[in-house]
C-alpha cells in the first residue's frame, strides 16, 4: 500500500470540503464534496483496489456510526471509477463485525454493487514497522488493507473521550484485528472484564491502546494512508447517546486537516489534544486552521457546537431548524400558519427554497409569534 502523500507536511495548504446535505439528496452532497476535492479521478486510479471502512460499533444500533446510505452513495461513485474491486471492511469492538454487516444490510448492498465485505477482525495481517517514539515497534494490518491502494475511511462525527472525536484518525483503530488485539482492541489486559470483552478472544499482541489511546491510533495511521476521508456529520452526537440532525458532510485527502475542520466545526481547537500534537509531530498532516483551506460551505454556516447536547439542547436557530426540513414541509408550515390562523391572512407566494426559508424565519422570529401561536392552539 502507497504511503504516498503523507510524509512532512509541504507548504501548500490542505483542501477541506463542507457541504450540506439538502432535501435529503445524499448522492449530490457525496457527489458535490468529492467534486470540491479535485474529483476521484485524481483519487482513485483506473483499476485500483479501493478499500472502504466505515464505523460499525455495538450492534444492533442505527446511531453513533456511519450512515449505510452515505456507504451506498460512496460506493456507487466509486463503481464509476472502473475499479479492479471494492472492498467494505471493518473491524468492530467488543462484537462481531458481521452483526454490524448484517443489521445494517451491508451484504445486499455489497452484491449490488459487486464489492466484497471483509471482516478485519479475521483477516491474516500483514507486519509493518512503526516510526519509533509511539510504543511499539510494530502493527499487524489486516492484509485487505495492506494490499488496497486506495483507502476510503468514513468516520462519524461525534464527541469521544480526551482524543476530543471520533473522526479519521480514530477509525483506523478498527484496524487492530481481534485476531492479533482481541475483539475489544485492549488484547490481554481488560480479558478478565466478562463486561468488556468477548470470552477467551483476547488476542496476543500489545493493546491498541497502550501505551495510550492516541499513541494507538498515530501507530497505525503512520503505517495505513487516507486516501479520501468524508466524515459523516449527518447527525451529531456528544458520546453519550445524545444526536442531532446537521445534514453536513465534512472532507479531505488528507485526514488530519478533514479531523482539524471537523473539530472547529463542533466547538473543538484540535493543537490542544494529544492526538492531534502526535499526528503533528509525525508528519501525517496539519492540524492549525491557516494551513488549511476550507471550501463549500462556510465554517461559520456548518458549525454546531457538539457540548451543546450534553444541556439537553432544547432551543435551536429557527433558521437551523427551517433548513433541515425539505421544502414540501416548508409549504406545508406556510400553509398551517394562515388556516390555523398563527397570522393574519394569507402569505404571499415565494419563488424557491431560499425566499421561503426567509419568509417563515421572519414570521417565526416575530415580536409576539409564539404567545399568538401557543393562544391559538387547543388543549
Known amino acids: 500500500m502507497s504511503a504516498s502523500g503523507m510524509g512532512k507536511h509541504s507548504s501548500t495548504r490542505e483542501r477541506v470540503a463542507i457541504v450540506k446535505v439538502v432535501e435529503q439528496r445524499l448522492d449530490e452532497a457525496v457527489a458535490q464534496v468529492i467534486a470540491l476535492l479535485g474529483g476521484l479521478d485524481e483519487i482513485v486510479p483506473r483499476g485500483s483496489k479501493v478499500l472502504v471502512k466505515p464505523n460499525f460499533v455495538f450492534p444492533p444500533t442505527d446511531r453513533g456510526i456511519t450512515h449505510p446510505e452515505l456507504i451506498e452513495a460512496v460506493v456507487r461513485l466509486l463503481v464509476e471509477t472502473a475499479p479492479a474491486e471494492i472492498t467494505i471492511a471493518e473491524g468492530s469492538a467488543d462484537v462481531y463485525t458481521t452483526q454490524g454487516f448484517r443489521f445494517q444490510g451491508m451484504g445486499r448492498m455489497a452484491a449490488r454493487y459487486g464489492a466484497r465485505l471483509v471482516d478485519l477482525?479475521?483477516?491474516?495481517?500483514?507486519?509493518?514497522?512503526?516510526?519509533?517514539?509511539?510504543?511499539?515497534?510494530?502493527?499487524?494490518?489486516?492484509?485487505?488493507?495492506?494490499?488496497?491502494?486506495?483507502?476510503?475511511?468514513?468516520?462519524?462525527?461525534?464527541?469521544?473521550?480526551?482524543?476530543?472525536?471520533?473522526?479519521?484518525?480514530?477509525?483506523?483503530?478498527?484496524?487492530?484485528?481481534?485476531r492479533y488485539y482481541g475483539h475489544n482492541k485492549d488484547s490481554r489486559q481488560r480479558a478478565g472484564d466478562p463486561g468488556y470483552a468477548l470470552p477467551g478472544e483476547v488476542g496476543r499482541e500489545q493493546s491498541a491502546h497502550k501505551p495510550s489511546v492516541p499513541m494507538g491510533i498515530c501507530a497505525m495511521n503512520a503505517v495505513v494512508p487516507t486516501h479520501l476521508a468524508i466524515i459523516d456529520g449527518l447527525e451529531g452526537g456528544n458520546g453519550r447517546g445524545d444526536f442531532i440532525r446537521l445534514d453536513t458532510l465534512i472532507a479531505g485527502r488528507n485526514p488530519v486537516a478533514a479531523d482539524t475542520v471537523a473539530c472547529r466545526l463542533a466547538g473543538v481547537t484540535a493543537r490542544e489534544h494529544a492526538q492531534f500534537q502526535l499526528a503533528e509531530q509525525y508528519g501525517l498532516g496539519p492540524c492549525t486552521m491557516d494551513q488549511i483551506e476550507v471550501v463549500g460551505v462556510p465554517l461559520e454556516d456548518a458549525s454546531f457546537r457538539l457540548s451543546r447536547l450534553d444541556d439537553n439542547v432544547l432551543e435551536m436557530p429557527v433558521g437551523f431548524c427551517l433548513n433541515l426540513l425539505s421544502t414540501g414541509e416548508l409549504l406545508q408550515i406556510q400553509s398551517a400558519l394562515s388556516l390555523y390562523g398563527l397570522i393574519d391572512g394569507a402569505l404571499p407566494q415565494t419563488e424557491g427554497r431560499d425566499?421561503?426559508?426567509?419568509?417563515?424565519?421572519?414570521?417565526?422570529?416575530?415580536?409576539?409569534?409564539?404567545?399568538?401561536?401557543?393562544?391559538?392552539?387547543?388543549?
Not at 424565519?361 to 409576539?368: Q, V, Y
Open 121 to 178: 477482525n479475521l483477516e491474516e495481517g500483514v507486519k509493518k514497522d512503526v516510526p519509533e517514539g509511539l510504543g511499539r515497534a510494530y502493527v499487524m494490518v489486516p492484509r485487505a488493507v495492506a494490499e488496497c491502494d486506495v483507502f476510503v475511511s468514513l468516520p462519524v462525527f461525534k464527541l469521544w473521550g480526551s482524543n476530543p472525536l471520533s473522526l479519521s484518525l480514530k477509525n483506523l483503530i478498527g484496524l487492530y484485528g481481534a
Open 355 to 379: 425566499a421561503l426559508l426567509a419568509q417563515l424565519a421572519a414570521i417565526l422570529a416575530s415580536e409576539g409569534y409564539y404567545a399568538r401561536a401557543l393562544a391559538a392552539c387547543t388543549d
